[in-house]
């Protein structure tokens, strides 16, 4: 039995408190799992060849003499031999708006809205294993400036509040499809998570004239939950995590929102991911995981600082998590960070 | 792909927000799931026989001539032969304080706090299997007043803010044990979820002079999101479910928490229990669900009216509602509440 208290803690911005349990992760189940996470012998509608099985890409990198070419499929017709190419999702949580459609918001107990958006699924290599823990450097500068392209297209849009990019890795982490893709959700309102990290920040920003983030960053740099870094990235696992061996990756320049980005930081964040995501599948074993960045693209330009969230799935969240809002973690930041730390530097050397 | 939009709703209270994606269901994955869950050969801890494989009981039930007699173990004695019994989790979330343990909180990015509290396990039954679902409604009863017995106990710490009653039915809802039993643990702060509900029902009662849940149930029993009632209680699908086949249990009467019950009032709920997740097993196969009571025990009493939430575990929560705190549901709250009212009047009519 646990000698030494568990610690609660909150999160550095959000009201978001979790328990650092170390000794629960000892506990005894009677349940004897088997997974089989096995790829089904079937047609993969990410595949080149397979183009037809989507709707019109959006967005095609193609190869051209020396660069890339970019363009979009029109109906009937599909690109082939392309980089990376984004489609709209077939089963699409959110859809654009169609003429004399009703958008507006119904208040009182039930208050309701369109869900008007975009739903899009961003192969990110021909490749159907090219996942970014394993993934070329040179493929990954591809996938952000991919990023790039439909995060600018989609938030220029009237009735988009919030771009929201993420990634979804393995059957218990959500993942249909097993070809490596990214998916970006545009919708018409800002995500609560959101809106409390950018009310937090601003009234920081009120009080101290400054960034919290850019503060978070140089106390975790030299904490021991530091992870890696590089000329223009920091890597650490939160203070409050929420998932054992969850790291955020934040630029060290002060901006909003992944469109702030330059070239040389596009590719420090490819080499970023690669070494991050690289370590965490070779530190226990390709483990499923989320992911999820947190940008601001118009307006909180001083105060808010951009930045991707890294959750491994190891642990469920049950009844008390899914019914109150508080967290159990059993593997603390301090812990993670230390193997995190050592995987990532084994990585580092391989690419 | 979708012809109707899709619908994005507000929940009554929480500034949480769910799309109802019901297009998606029908997506196909390439993933093979098998996942075996059946119980290991070896020693249950919460057996009858093994009473010293966990820590001394704080609370049994014993079977007396026509009643039930109360005690607790003394250390290095078990009691035999009990109905129901509550035991310190043996790797507990929270612990009680001890003398001279640092209890503050400190402030700024670094917020911490001892996780001082309890965490227990309540056997619901010497029966491996005796779930809700299948449970007689005698046994209910017992296992729901020694819930009230708990609270009272835990509610009455001076350290205690909350005391959270939970289950976790099966490995993919995060139950580690497989024997019948729900877990309790009590908190030195009050949850997030807990702390927005207290928030906009009290908001409510100051403008309307009346209960915010009453009013909901009072429009939810007529809409196409009810499902059953008896006497004391009601049962629907909530507004903006954020689980498929989510649905809640309020009693008519208005109170704050369980402790407020009448022993009419308990016997109701045992049937009412057992008939709502006897019908969710026979509709969806003995799903894999958590439930948490949502109540307040002390203040409030006026504006907060104590619930019970049951969330299936039939999707997993992605990149999106990780990173967001938006939520896509792909079954609607009318169609789960058509499914599971036919399901319950079936129930009802075995017990």
């Given at each position: 039995m646990s000698t030494v208290a568990n610690e609660l803690r909150k999160d550095y911005l959000l009201d978001r408190w979790v328990v650092i349990a170390t000794?629960?992760?000892?506990r005894p189940t009677d349940f004897k799992q088997r997974l089989e996470e096995k790829r089904q012998a079937g047609v993969c509608?990410?595949?080149?060849?397979?183009?037809?099985?989507?709707?019109?890409?959006v967005l095609v990198y193609l190869p051209t003499n020396g660069g890339i070419r970019k363009d979009r499929d029109l109906n009937g017709f599909r690109h082939k031999n392309w980089i990376v190419r984004c489609v709209p999702n077939l089963y699409p949580a959110f859809t654009p708006p169609k003429e004399g459609e009703w958008l507006g918001l119904e208040s009182g107990l039930f208050t309701r809205a369109s869900a008007t958006g975009h739903h899009e699924v961003l192969i990110?290599?021909?490749?159907?294993?090219?996942?970014p823990s394993v993934a070329k450097v040179s493929q990954l500068i591809h996938v952000i400036n991919a990023y790039l392209d439909r995060i600018q297209e989609l938030s220029?849009?009237?009735?988009?509040k919030y771009v929201s990019v993420f990634r979804n890795h393995g059957l218990e982490a959500g993942?249909?499809?097993?070809?490596a893709h990214t998916q970006l959700i545009a919708t018409p309102i800002m995500p609560k998570i959101m809106e409390e990290e950018l009310k937090a920040s601003k009234e920081f920003y009120n009080k101290n004239y400054g960034c919290t983030f850019c503060e978070i960053i140089e106390q975790e740099e030299q904490s021991p939950r530091s992870i890696w870094k590089n000329k223009h990235f920091v890597v650490f696992a939160p203070?409050?995590?929420?998932?054992?061996?969850e790291f955020w990756v934040f630029p060290?320049?002060?901006?909003?929102?992944?469109?702030?980005?330059s070239r040389s930081e596009v590719e420090a964040l490819a080499k970023t991911m690669r070494v991050c995501l690289g370590g965490l599948r070779t530190l226990l074993g390709d483990p499923p995981y989320n992911f999820g960045f947190h940008q601001i693209?118009?307006?909180a330009r001083d105060y808010y600082h951009w930045h991707l969230e890294v959750y491994p799935r190891l642990t469920i969240w049950a009844g008390f998590e899914k019914s109150t809002g508080m967290f159990i973690n059993v593997v603390s930041p301090e812990d993670a960070a230390k193997h995190l730390r050592e995987a990532m530097l084994e990585e580092e050397k391989k690419i």
């Amino acid at each position: 039995m646990s000698t030494v208290a568990n610690e609660l803690r909150k999160d550095y911005l959000l009201d978001r408190w979790v328990v650092i349990a170390t000794q629960r992760k000892k506990r005894p189940t009677d349940f004897k799992q088997r997974l089989e996470e096995k790829r089904q012998a079937g047609v993969c509608a990410l595949e080149p060849g397979n183009e037809h099985m989507t709707p019109p890409a959006v967005l095609v990198y193609l190869p051209t003499n020396g660069g890339i070419r970019k363009d979009r499929d029109l109906n009937g017709f599909r690109h082939k031999n392309w980089i990376v190419r984004c489609v709209p999702n077939l089963y699409p949580a959110f859809t654009p708006p169609k003429e004399g459609e009703w958008l507006g918001l119904e208040s009182g107990l039930f208050t309701r809205a369109s869900a008007t958006g975009h739903h899009e699924v961003l192969i990110e290599s021909p490749k159907h294993h090219e996942h970014p823990s394993v993934a070329k450097v040179s493929q990954l500068i591809h996938v952000i400036n991919a990023y790039l392209d439909r995060i600018q297209e989609l938030s220029s849009k009237p009735y988009v509040k919030y771009v929201s990019v993420f990634r979804n890795h393995g059957l218990e982490a959500g993942a249909s499809l097993s070809h490596a893709h990214t998916q970006l959700i545009a919708t018409p309102i800002m995500p609560k998570i959101m809106e409390e990290e950018l009310k937090a920040s601003k009234e920081f920003y009120n009080k101290n004239y400054g960034c919290t983030f850019c503060e978070i960053i140089e106390q975790e740099e030299q904490s021991p939950r530091s992870i890696w870094k590089n000329k223009h990235f920091v890597v650490f696992a939160p203070w409050a995590s929420v998932h054992p061996f969850e790291f955020w990756v934040f630029p060290k320049r002060h901006q909003c929102c992944l469109l702030d980005l330059s070239r040389s930081e596009v590719e420090a964040l490819a080499k970023t991911m690669r070494v991050c995501l690289g370590g965490l599948r070779t530190l226990l074993g390709d483990p499923p995981y989320n992911f999820g960045f947190h940008q601001i693209t118009c307006g909180a330009r001083d105060y808010y600082h951009w930045h991707l969230e890294v959750y491994p799935r190891l642990t469920i969240w049950a009844g008390f998590e899914k019914s109150t809002g508080m967290f159990i973690n059993v593997v603390s930041p301090e812990d993670a960070a230390k193997h995190l730390r050592e995987a990532m530097l084994e990585e580092e050397k391989k690419i």
